[in-house]
């Protein structure tokens, strides 16, 4: 019976709603989504605006005849992560609930006094609802950038690829029936979906750690490892030791583990990495913050092709943990720069799955 289910979703014969009440998609279920034409979006409200502009968008540049037609190569679309196509209201974002798993939760581990102090700080700062008001301290960010790459230095990669699968099966906090995971947004899956199947190319382009990105994206989104940039971690061999990599030869005996920070992805920063990981102007832009503004703007502006810069709104309290204030802000940004508004609450006629909810 589960392999015609997935077989039927796969050919997008049933709907998400088909099932009735559902927890959240289970990963290999939201892997098997197909969204090949305007019809086959299942988790989009009827009359919304935003993805009947993306429908139009695609007809006319995949389209021969059209002036505004883009050849298959120079197809590219970018996308920030968290909170453009996973959750990262609940109560934070993913990797930031990974640190604070490792630095305070884990009993195998013991952090430095200064990295559970700013763990401890961070965690409070988080309960206090000051990440979904925007009211975090200056410096936040960086600082725990730097503090997280600390607690997992000297980890190997694969050590730390288990440790965030394994992350990645604890409940999301605020939300119900859903695990990290599981934490995707549905309808954006299907646009990714969409313009795969279209023949553009997807790049995550995330301030979040890059290999932790690669292991809760990658295999579900159907998109290569190289297509993932984030924040790269340093990487170093395990006998280097304070020697730079400038200076030092990889022996026979070496493996290699993380280091600590190398400059953080966010701002100006990701538009930087799209020219030197890329090459080319993306089409394509999807943002939801503030940090997503140069990569946004950076798709729309000069490109020789039709591009388009969509920007997500987490203004859904019901399913999500939306903030009206935090939402009116994003809608100004959007309006002053041109993007094309996505309204979690109006569009999205699905997030997670029907009995994924706000907890009480």
Known sequence: MRKKILAAIAAGLITFSSFGAVDAMPRDQIAQIQVKKAKDFKCWTKNSVANQKLVEYVTDVTNKKSKNF????????????????????????????LYLERALNDPDYTPSAEDRAYAEMVDAEIKAGHFMTGKFPKGIDLGEAKSQESVFAGMTPKDYEAYVRKFMEKPVEGLTNMKWGEAFYLPMVEVIKYLQANQFTVYVVTGSDRPAMRVMASEVLKIPYNQIIGTNPEIIAANQGDVSADNYAYTKDDYLIRGGLTKKNLKMNKVVVIEHEIGKQPVLAFGNSGGDTSM???????????????????DDTERELGNFDKANGCIKLAEKNGW?????????????????????
């Open 70 to 97: 883009i050849p298959v190569e120079d197809r590219l679309a970018v996308f920030d992560m968290d909170g453009t196509f996973i959750c990262e209201s609940a109560p934070c974002y993913f990797e930031w609930m």
């Open 296 to 314: 946004l703007n950076y798709a729309i502006t000069g490109n020789k092709y039709k591009s388009l810069a969509f920007f997500v709104i987490c």
């Open 340 to 360: 094309v508004q996505i309204s979690m609450r109006n569009d999205f006629k699905t997030i997670f799955g029907d009995d994924v909810k706000r907890a009480e």
